[in-house]
């Protein structure tokens, strides 16, 4: 079949970006790589309207993971400040939980032009000012896509594999027209809608609970941040990065609780003007900021897709749903899924076999890999998000042990081995108290069973059926069981 590229690859954000250069990087033949992405080029990897919307922590290790596959290594202007890890903070601010390992705040704004010319030296071709609309087929496969350039100008081009890599708000998967194992829809609790600032300011009172430029700060509240959470991240000495995330359902449960009116901005507001330190906040602006100080975009924080692969075609990135559940941290799981994806398709395009079986491996590398603990982590931020600010504290306080602390830094589900050795007898004292241990210890207990269905992907798409009947009756009975039947406050 002659086509116009061997693969399109459709958004060139942070997934499309790092797939068309692990592509070319794992072609020994040198593949035809096209990406389509909708911004002008000077603007590559622009999320929405207002911006490169992010939080821009990413860790150590996945950079590094970069750097040992594909030679990429990335550094200034891109890699902005250095942490040296995340300290979690509990509602009453009495708790903190450090995780250690170190990371980077990215400049999101800067980073993608790094990336397009290391895609370009990588032989990738790229249409700027170009949305993709509607992916075409022939015979079941998907062969190309269609798109409209700024100017309006019809746009069609084919090939043998189709890359969506447009984000959260794709309209390719969902469109797919073919059969396939692939879900098209997410589920609206599902998603968080997520804001933040990227400000200058003066420092005010010196609490560490509220910015240091050593560590990324989480803020866990219902009121501030229901159903998520909020974070500080720090840019330099006295910039940041600094915003919140809620459930939808979350926020409208907490305004009807306390009979308020906030929205998310609203809720990003107060969290700025209650930060003692940061005094006298202002946008940040200059060449690496304008246009991105200030904006509100959506992140998808279930596991990801349980298929991310049909015939002549794959998703990755926010479009594949890679975002952790957990901290909605979807850099390092984009970086990983695209080097695994860039080497499938390279191994595809070598053996001009680009169906659903010969891609498979992409889905099965990056379960056994990296994916394999999402779907605990799924629970468990269900089940987190039912919880009330003094569950929190208390759980915090209590239940969290460092083997946990550890567990979570390794990107593990903790077995709350606390919870475990406590007698639910003395608990009783407590309700709300032995309902958390209760809560945590069969979120622990799911995770097992999770992940080990999770190793066992099946090898090749025959025995995908059975394996996914098994994980949707394994993670219904989660959903059924914590859904938030009271208010969380
Ligand atoms: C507020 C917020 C805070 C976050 N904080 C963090 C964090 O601190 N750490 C972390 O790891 N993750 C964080 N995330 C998640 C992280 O930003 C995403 O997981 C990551 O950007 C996903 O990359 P992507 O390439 O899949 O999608 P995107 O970055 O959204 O890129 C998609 C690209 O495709 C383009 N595009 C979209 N539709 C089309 C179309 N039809 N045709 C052509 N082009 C199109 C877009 O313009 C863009 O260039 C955060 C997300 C948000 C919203």
Redesign the pocket.
Known sequence: MKTDYDVII???????LITASAIGYYSKKGARVLV????PPEE????TNNGW??????SLNSLRFLEKNIGIKYGTPELEHPVKGVLVYSPDHKTKVRFEGEGYILNRKVLPQRQVADARGFGVEFKFN????RLISENGYVTGIT?RADDGGAFKATAKVVID?????S?LRKFLPIQSYIEKEINMDDIEA???YIMDFDLGKEDETYFTPDYCLIHLDQYIAPAGYAWV?PKGKTRVNI?L?VSKSGLSRRNKKFKTADNLQSLIDKYVKDNPTIKNPRLSAGPEYDGNSKGN???PVRRHNDCMVANGFAV????AW??RPLD?????P?MYASVILGKVVARALEANDYSQEALWGYNVEYMTTHGYQMASFEVLRRYLQTLTNEQINYGMKHFLSEQDVRAISERRHPDFNRVQMVNPILLLRALSEYELAKGLRYTAKKSQTLVQHNLAYPVSPKGFADWQKTLLREIGETTEKFKPIEVAG
């Open positions: 459709a958004g060139g954000g942070m997934a499309g389509v992405d909708r911004n590559a990897g622009k999320k919307t992010c939080g821009d922590a990413t170009l949305s993709a609309e798109g890599a447009t984000g959260s708000s309209v997520t804001g933040r991240f915003g995330g975009w959506q992140v990755v990135g926010d479009a890679l975002p909605a941290g979807g850099i390092g984009s």
